[in-house]
């Protein structure tokens, strides 16, 4: 096998929305508290939404610049590369990258949707969220067939909502929706209750995955303002341990034992440790504690349940001994800046290319199209479908890095560190 046979389904990139995101799909009577997009005074570009300015419409989309201005946040279209928001150069990027399809987490109304979780006007919300994802589905996924694996937000705040709107996602061949790592920490109810039951047996009834990102219920912390954001950014995709183990602890996969969970942009080199962890507490402690896992341990429910998710992890990927590789899945992060793009393959096949090769399909596409519930290799033909026949279609895509574009970066002239809180400040509301 060679690196041009790869065949590439990231489980995590993102889109940023274009202002035209609820032209066509939003009833009329609702239009007038539709999220907006201003120009500001300074040349951002804001989403506006209950009378709040959000600041960041791209949320690190930094991809095709120069390291040295990666900055945290592009703050107009004109400073982003344009496959981050419109499908046809995205579908090029994706070709010259070799990647053949990828689900795309939402940017302003967050990771997990939870932007609209206290909206003035409730009802009014319901009718956003479900206009967001008819674009998502008929607009972005639905002008690249085989390419865009579609995902869902959901009206967090009313179960009733939810289980309808989780129902008619998946007539519309909507496998996965986006949730918080930890609902809690966005004020909704626990996954400790029943109150998410109904949902999770719409879900598990038509086959739809959790994929729950990094920071989307309970923020990747740093440690004090003062730290430097490198120390951040090492920590962010461990963050989501905390809210793993909350998963793990919790009646949701004892009551619902065909129902996943993706890790997404967790990484999977700290998993390892984490379950030879989770089976000691367990051996150890489970006298006092009343944990329970139906006659398993914690561990055989992780490999029975949870997706996990890496962009870059040579030492998790030397350590597949200890996980389910049926059950590992690759990421690229477009257009945020841990990506490679467009060197993807080329990073990628450095971990793998030691692997059999039953192994590194597995990672690279079978797990995701079966979880997913998605082939775009029946529907594009296999010929089709590698890193090689992709960038044959790509010759045209330019690539070259792009310097100048503006946004804000905090990083000094004079040398000295960027710290946390000094990025902190740059999401202010």
Not at 185 to 194: C, E, N, V
Not at 219 to 229: C, F, L, M, R, T
Not at 300 to 313: A, E, K
């Amino acid at each position: 096998m060679e690196m041009n046979d790869l065949i590439l389904l990231s489980v995590d990139d993102h889109v940023i929305e274009p202002p035209h995101l609820f032209d066509k799909h939003l009833p009329a009577k609702y239009r007038d508290q539709a999220p907006t997009m201003k120009s500001m005074a300074n040349g951002s570009d804001c989403w506006i939404y209950d009378g709040k300015v959000l600041p960041n419409i791209a949320l690190n989309a930094v991809v095709g610049r120069p390291p040295e201005e990666y900055g945290v946040e592009p703050t107009a279209y004109a400073q982003l590369r344009k496959g981050s928001y419109d499908i046809k150069a995205r579908i090029d990027d994706m070709n010259v990258n070799g990647v053949l399809s990828a689900i795309n987490f939402p940017t302003f109304p967050q990771f997990a949707g939870t932007l609209f979780v206290g909206s003035k006007d409730p009802t009014a919300a319901k009718a956003i969220v479900s206009a967001y994802n008819d674009w998502h589905v008929h607009e972005w996924a639905g002008e690249a067939p085989g390419r865009i694996i579609p995902i869902g937000i959901l009206p967090l705040w009313d179960i009733n909502a939810c289980v309808e709107e989780a129902k008619r996602l998946a007539k519309l061949g909507v496998h996965t929706v986006t949730f918080p790592d930890v609902p809690a920490k966005k004020g909704l109810p626990s996954i400790h209750t029943d109150h998410w039951d109904p949902l999770w047996k719409v879900m598990s009834d038509n086959k739809m995955v959790i994929s729950t990102h990094i920071g989307s219920g309970m923020s990747a912390p740093y440690i004090s303002p003062e730290s430097p954001i490198d120390s951040w950014i090492i920590t962010m995709p461990m963050s989501i341990a905390n809210a793993t183990a909350d998963w793990l602890f919790s009646p949701v996969f004892i009551k619902f034992p065909e129902l996943k969970i993706a890790l997404s942009e967790g990484g999977i080199g700290w998993i390892p440790y984490f379950l030879e962890r989770s089976d000691f507490t367990f051996r150890h402690h489970n006298a006092w504690t009343n944990s329970n896992f139906g006659g398993m341990l914690p561990s055989d429910l992780f490999f029975r349940n949870f997706i996990t998710c890496f962009i870059d992890d040579a030492f998790g990927l030397q350590s597949l001994g200890f996980l389910n590789t049926d059950m590992v899945t690759w990421e690229c992060d477009y257009p945020h800046s841990d990506t490679v793009w467009p060197y993807c393959p080329e990073e990628l096949w450095k971990s793998i290319k030691h692997l059999p090769k039953e192994t590194i399909d597995k990672i690279t596409h079978l797990n995701t199209m079966r979880e997913f519930s998605f082939d775009p290799i029946s529907l594009l033909g296999r010929e089709n479908c590698t890193v090689g026949a992709l960038r044959a279609q790509a010759q045209h895509v330019d690539t070259e890095l792009r310097s100048g574009l503006g946004g804000l970066n905090p990083s000094k002239g004079d040398g000295r560190p960027v710290t946390s809180g000094e990025v902190m400040k740059m999401f202010a509301v």
